[in-house]
């Protein structure tokens, strides 16, 4: 069973790094938009929101998946090592990284040790200020070259309902990652209806200008590609006959989240 809370890491001797146990969904041997150039990937298992969009709603139960060590995941993703070249690395995505920050500060020491640039996908929820969260959460922050991180809405009642919690821990985060000056490419989920509003998306782009480190903003159009695991999984799907932004849409977004070109205006 994953932990809910993170705890606090006491050692961090290589050695009892290598031997630290993940619970793994799933890994991909050639990941290119997941970071910086090829990487490899590991999905963790576990996760607490319930976006409704979610196209793995497969990673979302705690206390299933496979338990992997350090070494073993390592290891195995140092065989693609020559497909890398002098930008690729490791990504940990999930599920939610973040339910496991013992496990992946290990993995990302390790990694650091034999040289491998670290990349953290995360969407930021279990993310605490509080001891002894915030002492595991700086450690794994400072063996953390790149976090891709998910803001879904900006507004806290909107973001309620569209993944089952309010975002003061994402944006708590996202600013922390600022002070910290950790390198930051925010993805943005585009779904029309529900936050692809001009309101909306001024708001994001001004929370995202008082931040000193983010180095890319992605905007991902929604899509209906996982609906299939929803049905196979039993659970209700909610977003029904909502369609995938148009090309004027996305259009929009990316002149107020990423050239700002309505913000200014
Ligand atoms: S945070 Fe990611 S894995 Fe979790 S429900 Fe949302 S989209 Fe799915």
Known sequence: MLSQEPAINSCNHPEDNLKKVGIIHSTESFGAVDGP??????????????????????????????????????????????????????????????????FVTALFEESHRRGIHTALDTAGEPFSKQEPAFSTFQRLIDSTDLVLLDIKHID???????????????????????????????????????????????????????????????????????????????????????????EETMQKARNILIKNEEAAG
């Open 37 to 102: 150039g090829i990487r490899f990937l590991i999905f963790l298992q576990g996760c607490r929101m319930r976006c409704r969009y979610c196209h793995n709603p497969d990673t979302w139960a705690l206390g299933e998946g496979q338990q992997k060590t350090v070494k073993e995941l390592l290891d195995k993703a140092e065989r693609y090592r020559t497909y890398w070249g002098s930008k690729g690395g490791i990504t940990v995505s999930g599920g939610e990284a973040l339910l496991q920050p013992e």
């Open 156 to 246: 806290p009642a909107a973001h309620k309902s569209l993944t089952g919690h309010d975002n003061q821990k994402i944006l708590d985060f996202a600013r922390y990652l600022s002070e910290k000056k950790v390198p930051v490419w925010i993805r943005y989920v585009l779904v029309p209806g529900i936050n692809d509003d001009r309101e909306t998306l001024i708001k994001t782009r001004t929370f995202l200008d008082s931040l000193t480190n983010i180095e890319q903003v992605d905007i991902l159009p929604y899509h209906t590609l996982g609906v299939y695991k929803w049905e196979e999984l039993g659970y209700t799907y909610t977003l029904q006959g909502v369609n995938p932004p148009d």
